[in-house]
T-cell receptor
Framework: GAGVSQSPSNKVTEKGKDVELRCDPISGHTALYWYRQSLGQGLEFLIYFQGNSAPDKSGLPSDRFSAERTGGSVSTLTIQRTQQEDSAVYLC?????????????FGDGTRLSIL | GENVEQHPSTLSVQEGDSAVIKCTYSDSASNYFPWYKQELGKRPQLIIDIRSNVGEKKDQRIAVTLNKTAKHFSLHITETQPEDSAVYFCAARNDYKLSFGAGTTVTVRA
């Protein structure tokens, strides 16, 4: 595939359940980002992966949120014990590397709804 | 950290008129400024970007200007068309991190 792929596209779950969101970046892209977009809002940075370096987790809103990136490619964002305020669209983006002028390319996102 | 403010939050223009969206940023170290267009339910799409060593860039009906001294940059869309209706986000990049504005909802009236 040519673009960033995210799954599932939609997820509805009950409060208190755990969820896993998946991102498959563009082939060859070493940098991967997760963002959260609440209704009518801008994009909030969550976490950044670059190659084998330690990720920048400074945007994760609580310790219920975690993410990993296996083999430098696919990434999974996990939200434990979901709360209603976690409802949002979770967007993944990738770029070729952390180079100064490298644009980020976004996936279609996962729309998460917590009942 | 970087703080990006975007104005206006909504913008309604007559088809054929121009639309201007303005953003300010706080971190003078930011050096790359992309603009994204997001249609309803779709992914943000990069439409134009500008580097800090350039003052203006144009791509057909879209142009972006950057004033580093004042720390503001603007998106200009000329001869607007109905398909330009979308939410537009500005962003500023420092190192690897992008900080986004809150978005401008542009509606082009036929």
């Amino acid at each position: 595939g040519a673009g960033v792929s995210q799954s599932p596209s939609n997820k509805v779950t009950e409060k208190g359940k755990d969820v896993e969101l998946r991102c498959d970046p563009i082939s060859g892209h070493t940098a991967l980002y997760w963002y959260r977009q609440s209704l009518g809002q801008g994009l909030e940075f969550l976490i950044y992966f670059q190659g084998n370096s330690a990720p920048d987790k400074s945007g994760l809103p609580s310790d219920r949120f975690s993410a990993e990136r296996t083999g430098g490619s696919v990434s999974t964002l996990t939200i434990q014990r979901t709360q209603q305020e976690d409802s949002a669209v979770y967007l993944c983006a990738s770029s070729m590397d952390r180079g100064l002028w490298q644009p980020q390319h976004f996936g279609d996102g996962t729309r998460l709804s917590i009942l | 950290g970087e703080n990006v403010e975007q104005h206006p939050s909504t913008l309604s223009v007559q088809e054929g008129d121009s639309a201007v969206i303005k953003c300010t940023y706080s971190d003078s170290a930011s050096n790359y400024f992309p603009w994204y267009k997001q249609e309803l339910g779709k992914r943000p799409q990069l439409i134009i970007d500008i580097r800090s060593n350039v003052g203006e860039k144009k791509d057909q009906r879209i142009a972006v200007t950057l004033n580093k001294t004042a720390k503001h940059f603007s998106l200009h869309i000329t001869e607007t068309q109905p398909e330009d209706s979308a939410v537009y986000f500005c962003a500023a990049r420092n190192d690897y991190k992008l900080s986004f504005g809150a978005g401008t909802t542009v509606t082009v009236r036929a």
